[in-house]
């Protein structure tokens, strides 16, 4: 039975539907595949910045709510539920050498990470589930495979941030807006908006979601389509506007400092020209490629689904672009548009298999799909070896130093939580801005940082001339695309008759 008391129900799109029993045979299988692959390594990659931000964020958790609190709390109960004392993590964002407690704390990569780890893996049957109304139920399984070995899903879910609860409520919303105007149907339009909000609350980009919804209705009325929300319908949505307006509203007039950060120059985000770039390379040329030309096929059969899934698919891109002299914007504010890429994609695959079965059999009906399938599998491979879960290997390189770090010797780095937290020390030092100043140091020092260029390593010659290089931590993908250097160097001993004078 499906959650709308029904057996095998047509999808609204008209998609094909199958027997219960192998549609969740088919689910089962595809979640333990996408569980897999989330769970593996999970621990593995070092620590970037910004995860352990969110650590700070959750300390803040017991004194303050307000918007983006949702998206901790996946972090926030799995770190209690380990027996991390949250209340002892200071929450102040300047005070970064704090941070060198934290692992005595019991603040580690797995414990961290498994909150959005977990969301992540049941993202899969969620949205399989409650799509099979929506495009049938070979289409929402296929589509399930696809976000299952979507390296970006993967890449979220095995992050210590909030995005991957972003997408579950942001495409809750996408498939629950258009059954509720399909069907008329206020409870799904109540659900739609509430999983609208909670995205917001989770991260405030995903309130674009509005956008789609609005779009979508304006060009169904200029096709003469209906579109069924009906009085009741309209309260609910414009109450859920008016909510999230005031959520957003009241969050700003009581931090609008930390809000004032990211509308201006404070933090340095993407171009649109990255972000395009960005998007593509993160969801994959090829299934770009696949649910380019598979709209284009679906839109004389499916007008107003195909408008709508490319909706939900660029316009966070446009958005973000639009936004982008304004404020604060970055590639990853476009990872919610994933699964309406995917979708287009499963659409497209299930028509290609029909016609192609059809007529040539079920080897030849079933190439495309696998092709797209083995290709995201192969980016997930580079992804687990050379590619080091697509994280700088910080933790690898204080390794090293931690373990040839003799008594006395100093340490240089830039002076943020990581370094903090992997040396387990607050005696740092700044690195070095020029020769004169490595000049003045009078003890052994390692120096630690991030090389200019991946390939080419460190660009200032005195950096090579003045110090060692003794380790180097590349991530790999098409070409080493990060590197992070290890440096020692040594002062040079004193003149002879100096020894002798003193």
């Given at each position: 039975?499906?959650?709308?008391?029904?057996?095998?129900?047509?999808?609204?799109a008209?998609?094909?539907?199958?027997?219960?029993?192998?549609?969740?045979?088919g689910?089962?299988?595809?979640?333990?595949?996408?569980?897999?692959?989330?769970?593996w390594?999970?621990?593995?990659?070092?620590?970037?910045?910004?995860?352990?931000?969110?650590?700070?964020?959750v300390?803040?958790?017991?004194?303050?709510?307000?918007?983006?609190?949702?998206?901790?709390?996946?972090?926030?109960?799995?770190?209690?539920?380990?027996?991390?004392?949250?209340?002892?993590?200071?929450?102040?964002?300047?005070?970064?050498?704090?941070?060198?407690?934290?692992?005595?704390?019991?603040?580690?990569?797995?414990?961290?990470?498994?909150?959005?780890?977990?969301?992540g893996?049941?993202?899969?049957?969620?949205?399989?589930?409650?799509?099979?109304?929506?495009?049938?139920?070979?289409?929402?399984?296929l589509?399930?495979?696809?976000?299952?070995?979507?390296?970006?899903?993967?890449?979220?879910?095995?992050?210590?941030?909030?995005?991957?609860?972003?997408?579950?409520?942001?495409?809750?919303?996408?498939?629950?807006?258009?059954?509720?105007?399909?069907?008329?149907?206020?409870?799904?339009?109540?659900?739609?908006?509430?999983?609208?909000?909670?995205?917001?609350?989770?991260?405030?980009?995903?309130?674009?979601?509005?956008?789609?919804?609005?779009?979508?209705?304006?060009?169904?009325?200029?096709?003469?389509?209906?579109?069924?929300?009906?009085?009741?319908?309209?309260?609910?949505?414009?109450?859920?506007?008016?909510?999230?307006?005031?959520?957003?509203?009241?969050?700003?007039?009581?931090?609008w400092?930390?809000?004032?950060?990211?509308?201006?120059?404070?933090?340095?985000?993407?171009?649109?020209?990255?972000?395009?770039?960005?998007?593509?390379?993160?969801?994959?040329?090829?299934?770009?490629?696949?649910?380019?030309?598979?709209?284009l096929?679906?839109?004389?059969?499916?007008?107003?689904?195909?408008?709508?899934?490319?909706?939900?698919?660029?316009?966070?891109?446009?958005?973000?672009?639009?936004?982008?002299?304004?404020?604060?914007?970055?590639?990853?504010?476009?990872?919610?548009?994933?699964?309406?890429?995917?979708?287009?994609a499963?659409l497209?695959?299930?028509?290609?298999?029909?016609?192609?079965?059809?007529?040539?059999?079920?080897?030849?009906?079933?190439?495309?799909?696998?092709?797209?399938?083995?290709?995201?599998?192969?980016?997930?491979?580079?992804?687990?070896?050379?590619?080091?879960?697509l994280?700088?290997?910080?933790?690898?390189?204080?390794?090293?130093?931690?373990?040839?770090?003799?008594p006395?010797?100093?340490?240089?780095?830039?002076?943020?939580?990581?370094?903090?937290?992997?040396?387990?020390?607050?005696?740092?030092?700044?690195?070095?801005?020029?020769?004169?100043?490595?000049?003045?140091?009078?003890?052994?020092?390692?120096?630690?940082?991030?090389?200019?260029?991946?390939?080419?390593?460190?660009q200032?010659?005195?950096?090579?001339?003045?110090?060692?290089?003794?380790?180097?931590?590349?991530?790999?993908?098409?070409?080493?695309?990060?590197?992070?250097?290890?440096?020692?160097?040594?002062?040079?001993?004193?003149?002879?008759?100096?020894?002798?004078?003193?």
């Amino acid at each position: 039975m499906t959650l709308d008391g029904q057996m095998n129900p047509s999808a609204i799109a008209g998609g094909r539907t199958i027997s219960n029993k192998m549609f969740i045979f088919g689910l089962i299988a595809i979640t333990l595949l996408g569980a897999g692959m989330r769970l593996w390594r999970l621990d593995s990659w070092s620590f970037w910045a910004d995860e352990l931000y969110s650590i700070r964020s959750v300390a803040g958790m017991d004194e303050r709510w307000g918007i983006k609190t949702l998206g901790y709390l996946p972090i926030y109960v799995a770190l209690k539920l380990d027996g991390v004392d949250v209340s002892k993590i200071h929450a102040n964002m300047q005070e970064h050498w704090l941070s060198k407690d934290w692992k005595g704390l019991g603040v580690e990569e797995f414990n961290t990470r498994i909150g959005p780890c977990l969301v992540g893996i049941f993202t899969i049957p969620i949205l399989c589930w409650i799509s099979r109304r929506w495009i049938g139920d070979r289409a929402a399984l296929l589509a399930a495979l696809l976000l299952a070995v979507a390296n970006w899903h993967i890449f979220w879910s095995q992050s210590a941030r909030f995005y991957g609860q972003q997408f579950l409520f942001f495409n809750l919303a996408l498939v629950w807006y258009y059954r509720a105007t399909t069907e008329q149907s206020p409870w799904r339009m109540l659900a739609a908006n509430a999983c609208a909000v909670l995205g917001m609350l989770s991260q405030p980009p995903a309130i674009v979601i509005l956008a789609v919804f609005f779009f979508d209705w304006i060009i169904s009325r200029l096709r003469g389509e209906k579109v069924k929300i009906g009085p009741m319908g309209w309260g609910i949505a414009i109450f859920f506007v008016v909510a999230a307006t005031g959520i957003a509203s009241w969050d700003m007039s009581r931090s609008w400092p930390r809000w004032k950060a990211f509308f201006g120059t404070v933090y340095e985000g993407h171009t649109p020209w990255v972000m395009v770039q960005g998007m593509i390379y993160s969801m994959h040329p090829t299934l770009i490629a696949v649910a380019g030309l598979c709209a284009l096929s679906l839109w004389p059969k499916r007008p107003r689904l195909t408008i709508y899934l490319v909706l939900a698919a660029v316009l966070p891109l446009i958005v973000m672009i639009a936004a982008y002299p304004l404020s604060y914007v970055h590639t990853r504010y476009l990872f919610i548009s994933l699964y309406a890429w995917i979708v287009l994609a499963a659409l497209g695959l299930e028509r290609i298999y029909d016609l192609v079965k059809e007529r040539w059999g079920l080897s030849l009906a079933l190439a495309p799909a696998a092709g797209l399938i083995v290709t995201l599998l192969l980016f997930d491979h580079t992804y687990y070896t050379g590619g080091y879960g697509l994280r700088e290997r910080w933790r690898d390189a204080w390794h090293y130093v931690q373990k040839h770090r003799q008594p006395g010797d100093a340490v240089a780095a830039k002076l943020d939580v990581l370094p903090y937290y992997y040396m387990q020390t607050d005696q740092l030092v700044s690195l070095p801005k020029s020769p004169e100043e490595i000049d003045q140091w009078q003890q052994p020092t390692w120096l630690v940082f991030h090389a200019e260029s991946a390939t080419r390593g460190q660009q200032e010659e005195w950096i090579e001339h003045k110090t060692e290089l003794k380790a180097y931590y590349d991530v790999r993908i098409v070409q080493p695309f990060s590197s992070i250097r290890v440096y020692y160097y040594q002062p040079p001993a004193p003149p002879a008759a100096e020894k002798k004078k003193k």
